[in-house]
C-alpha cells in the first residue's frame, strides 16, 4: 500500500524524490520519508502527514547527491509517527531501506536481532532489514541485500542504499510491484508505480518476485536470489504525461469522471467491430471449444471491482445464461473453493491488479486448475502477468482512491466479454447490435450528463445534504442497477465519512425499512425499465414513512417530480448498458458532498489506492 521511488545518477535528486512521491502519494499518506547519499554521507528526514510536509521539512536535504529513496506510508506495523515513518537505518546510519509490504516473520527477526545486541529505534516490521543488510554486509551490497531477502517471510519491494557504495540502489522484489525506470546517460529512477517515473523515462523493466537489481551510472545488473543473472525485458510505456496532471481540475475524482467519456472510448478501441455484429478480444485467448465448454464463471474482486463483478453476474446470466458465482476476494482465499478444470472460467477484476486479496485467490483457483482470466488496469501488474489471459480495461491512470473511471470502464470490459462469449454461443446478430449500439453511445451520453447545469443541480443537493447535517444514506436499486446503488453508497461512504448503505430495493421491508424517516435521504436508483414498476412500489412504501427520495431516472420520466424529494435525470438506453449511465450522477453526489464538507477528496482517510496487504 506505501509507494517507493529512487533514483540513481540524476542531477536534481531531491526534486526526482519530491515529484515521484507526490505522484504515489495515492498508495498512502499519513507520512513520508527520504534518505540520500552525497560525499558527506547518509541524509534522513521525515515526516507525518503528506508529502508536502516534508517538502517543506526535507529542504535541509542535499538537493543533488549520487543516490536517493524515498517512501509515502500508509501504516501497518507501528502507529503513525516520524520515527516509524521511512526509510530505516541501522544502528549506524550507513544503510537506509524503504519498503512496500509486511514481514510476516518479523517478531521472530527481531528477537533473534536484539539477542545480539541490536537496538531498535521503532515499531516498525521494516527495521529489521536495515539492521539484517547491515549484519550481511561484507564489502557487497547487493549480497547484503540477497541474504536479507532469504531471511524474509512475506511481501516486500524494497530499495535499499548505503554510504559504503554510494552511487548504487540495490532493489529486490516479493510480491510487492516494482519496476526500474532507465532513463539515458546512467540515470536509473525505482518506483512502486509508473507514474512516479513518466515524467523521467519510458523504458521500464517490470521486476519479478525473487529479483534482486543493482543500478549505479555504470549501468544495471539483475539476480535471481540465488545469483542467477537475469536477462532483462525492457519495455516501452505508453501512458502519457498528461494523464497525471490535473490541469484545470481541483481533484483528480473530478477529473477521472470527466475522464469517462475517453476512457470507456479507449476500452472499446479496436474492440468493437459492429459491421460484424460481434467483438473482438484479442487478449481474452478463449478458443472456440473453451467458450462453448463453459459450464460456470467465476468472478472475484474486491471494492468497487466487486461491484462491477456483480454487473458482470447480471449480464453473463441474464444474456448468456451460463451460471455465475461473484466472490469477495477475501473470503475465497479461506474457504475450499470447488473449480471444475474445463469447465469453470475464473475472473479476476482490479483496477490496480496489485490486490493482495485478489491476487491470493487468483493463486490459489489456478492451483485448482480454474482457466483464468483477469480485467485489469494496470498494464503489467502482478494479476495481468499471472493470469492465464485477460482484457485491460485502458481507462489511463486512476490517481483518486475513489474508483470511477476504473469501473465504468470494468462494465464496459464485461459488456464486450459477454458479447464476445455470447457471439460465439447463440447470441442473435440483432440482440448484439443493440448492445453494440448501446455501448458506442455511452462516452457522447456521459460527456452530455457533466453538463455545467447538471453539475450544479447535484452540488445543490450535497448542499443540502451537509447542511442538514445528514448522517446516513440508503441507496436503493433493483437488477442490474442494484450493484449501482452499492457503488453509490460506497463512494459516499469512503470519501464523505457518511454512512451509506446500499441495498435491493424490495429487500428493503426486510429490515432496513426500520430505518426510514423524514431525516433519512434515500437514493433510488428508477430508470424506466422492464422493473420500473416494482421500483415505484417501493418509493411509495418509503414515501409513506416520509423519506427523502433522490431519484434517478430516464430522460422523460417525469411522474417522479411530484413525489421525489430531487429527480436526476439519466438518457435512456438498454438495460444492460444502463448501469454507466446510472452511476455517474452517484459518483458525482459523493464528490460535491464531501467537497463541501471540506473533506481530502482524493486522499480520504485511512485508505489507499491500492491494498497490497491482506
Ligand atoms: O485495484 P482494485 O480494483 O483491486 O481495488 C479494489 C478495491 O480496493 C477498490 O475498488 C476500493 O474499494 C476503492 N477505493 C473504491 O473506490
Redesign the pocket.
Known amino acids: 500500500m506505501c509507494g517507493i521511488v529512487g533514483c540513481v545518477g540524476v542531477e536534481d535528486t531531491w526534486n526526482c524524490l519530491i515529484g515521484g512521491l507526490k505522484l504515489l502519494e495515492y498508495r498512502g499518506y499519513d507520512s513520508a520519508g527520504m534518505a540520500i547519499v552525497d560525499e558527506k554521507g547518509l541524509h534522513v528526514s521525515k515526516s507525518v502527514g503528506m508529502v508536502r510536509n516534508l517538502e517543506i521539512n526535507g529542504r535541509r536535504l542535499p538537493a543533488h547527491g549520487s543516490v536517493g529513496i524515498a517512501h509515502t506510508r500508509w501504516a501497518t506495523h507501528g502507529g503513525v509517527t516520524e520515527k516509524n515513518a521511512h526509510p530505516h537505518v541501522d544502528a549506524k546510519g550507513e544503510f537506509a531501506v524503504v519498503h512496500n509490504g509486511i514481514v510476516e516473520n518479523h517478531m521472530a527477526l527481531r528477537t533473534a536481532l536484539e539477542s545480539e545486541g541490536v537496538d531498535f529505534q521503532t515499531e516498525t516490521d521494516t527495521e529489521i532489514i536495515a539492521h539484517l543488510v547491515a549484519r550481511f554486509y561484507e564489502g557487497d551490497l547487493v549480497e547484503a541485500v540477497r541474504l536479507s531477502c532469504k531471511e524474509l517471510r512475506g511481501t516486500y519491494g524494497i530499495l535499499v542504499v548505503s554510504v559504503k557504495e554510494p552511487e548504487k540502489i540495490v532493489a529486490a522484489r516479493m510480491g510487492s510491484p516494482l519496476v526500474l525506470g532507465i532513463g539515458g546517460q546512467g540515470h536509473y529512477v525505482f518506483a512502486s508505480d509508473v507514474p512516479a517515473m513518466i515524467s523521467r523515462t519510458s523504458q521500464v523493466v517490470y521486476l519479478n518476485d525473487g529479483e534482486v537489481v543493482s543500478a549505479s551510472p555504470e549501468g544495471y545488473e539483475i539476480f535471481s536470489l540465488d545469483k542467477t543473472p537475469i536477462t532483462p525485458k525492457v519495455e516501452s510505456l505508453d501512458q502519457k504525461l498528461e494523464s497525471i496532471y490535473l490541469g484545470d481540475f481541483e481533484h483528480y475524482m473530478l477529473k477521472e469522471i470527466f475522464d469517462q467519456p475517453i476512457a470507456l472510448t479507449n476500452t472499446m478501441r479496436g474492440r468493437v467491430r459492429p459491421e460484424a455484429s460481434d467483438v473482438h478480444l484479442g487478449g481474452a485467448r478463449l478458443t472456440v471449444d473453451e467458450i462453448r465448454n463453459l459450464r460456470r464463471v467465476i468472478i472475484v474482486?474486491?471494492?468497487?471491482?466487486w461491484h462491477a463483478a456483480l454487473i458482470g453476474k447480471y449480464l453473463i446470466e441474464e444474456i448468456l445464461r451460463i451460471p455465475v458465482e461473484v466472490e469477495y476476494a477475501s473470503e475465497l482465499r479461506y474457504r475450499n473453493p470447488i473449480v471444475r478444470p474445463g469447465e469453470d472460467l475464473a475472473i479476476f477484476?482490479?483496477?490496480?491488479?496489485?490486490?493482495a486479496d485478489?491476487l491470493a485467490a487468483l493463486r490459489e483457483l489456478k492451483r485448482k486448475g480454474a482457466r483464468t482470466l483477469g480485467i485489469c488496469n494496470v498494464v503489467n501488474s502482478t494479476i495481468a502477468r499471472e493470469v492465464h489471459s485477460g482484457i485491460y480495461t485502458h481507462a489511463g491512470i486512476e490517481i483518486g482512491?475513489?474508483?470511477t473511471k476504473?469501473f465504468t470502464a470494468q462494465v464496459v470490459t464485461l459488456l464486450l466479454l459477454t458479447v464476445h462469449v455470447g457471439r460465439q454461443r447463440d447470441m442473435s446478430s440483432y440482440f448484439a447490435d443493440d448492445v453494440i449500439q448501446d455501448m458506442l453511445k455511452v462516452p457522447n451520453l456521459i460527456d452530455h450528463m457533466l453538463a455545467k447545469e447538471c453539475l450544479e443541480q447535484i452540488e445543490k443537493i450535497a448542499a443540502e445534504v451537509v447542511d442538514s447535517g445528514v448522517r446516513n444514506f440508503l441507496y436503493l436499486g433493483r437488477g442490474v442497477n442494484f450493484p449501482v446503488a452499492l457503488e453509490g453508497a460506497?463512494?459516499m461512504k469512503?470519501i464523505s465519512y457518511i454512512h451509506a448503505e446500499g441495498y435491493p430495493a424490495a429487500e428493503m421491508k426486510h429490515g432496513p425499512i426500520a430505518l426510514i424517516d423524514e431525516n433519512m435521504p434515500v437514493v433510488v436508483i428508477a430508470p424506466k425499465d422492464r422493473i420500473y414498476e416494482k421500483v415505484m412500489n417501493n418509493i411509495q412504501e418509503l414515501l409513506a414513512r416520509k423519506a427523502k427520495i433522490i431519484a434517478v431516472t430516464t430522460d422523460g420520466n417525469t411522474e417522479l417530480e411530484d413525489i421525489c424529494q430531487h429527480v436526476l435525470y439519466v438518457p435512456s438506453v438498454s438495460d444492460p448498458v444502463m448501469p454507466l449511465l446510472t452511476v455517474v450522477p452517484l459518483q458525482l453526489l459523493a464528490y460535491y458532498t464531501a467537497c463541501l464538507k471540506g473533506l481530502s477528496v482524493d486522499k480520504p482517510r485511512n485508505?489507499a489506492?491500492?491494498?497490497t496487504v491482506e
Open positions: 474482486a474486491c471494492g468497487t471491482s477484476i482490479s483496477q490496480s491488479g496489485e490486490t485478489t482512491v475513489a474508483s476504473a460506497l463512494k469512503e485508505l489506492k491500492s491494498v
